[in-house]
């Protein structure tokens, strides 16, 4: 379980991690392109031969979902959820009024500031009392 307080803390850390997640995820998605699609890329990532001269893409391919996966098992070990990477949505399990929560966070909000029921999800979000986010200076 974690305090409001607990999550901000690991926000820098997951920050960068969706950052680079980001990185990756572009650059494999122009690999699946390069191999033929999405099945086509499954199939290569699962162990398929990839079409002559795409050699070096495959291998590529199958590294960056390595590491993707590897940065969201890291994340994960921190004791949140990852639950959405196109979006960037973390979880993390919390109490409020005694009832277990998700305290909510998406990548490039500066904190944890919003929660929702277990049962529920994004669409439910609420803000967290005395916590606000404030919007970036330039877009003001």
């Given amino acids: 379980m974690f305090t409001v307080e607990e999550a901000n803390e690991l926000v820098p ?21 390069a191999l033929g699609g999405g099945e086509r ?20 391919f199958r590294a960056l979902v390595q ?22 949505l973390v979880d993390f399990y919390g109490v409020r009024d005694g ?7 998406q990548f490039g909000e500066p904190a944890v500031a919003h929660w929702h ?9 609420q803000p967290i009392e005395g916590i606000s986010i404030e919007p970036p200076t330039f877009l003001n």
Avoid: H, Y
């Avoid at 991690?17 to 980001?22: E, I, N, Q």
């Avoid at 009832?99 to 966070?105: I, N, Q, R, S, Y």
């Avoid at 029921?117 to 979000?125: H, K, L, T």
């Fill in 13 to 33: 850390d997951l920050e960068l991690a969706f950052g680079r997640l980001g990185r990756l995820r572009g650059e494999a998605s122009v690999l699946v392109e």
């Fill in 117 to 125: 029921p277990v049962e529920g999800g994004f669409a439910s979000r």
């Fill in 67 to 88: 590491e993707i996966n590897t940065i969201v098992e890291q994340v994960n070990d921190l004791g949140c959820l990852v639950k959405d990477l196109d979006s960037g």
């Fill in 99 to 105: 009832e277990p929560v998700f305290l909510c966070w």
């Fill in 41 to 60: 890329a499954m199939e290569v990532l699962n162990g398929g031969t990839p079409d002559p001269g795409l050699e070096g893409q495959a291998a590529r």
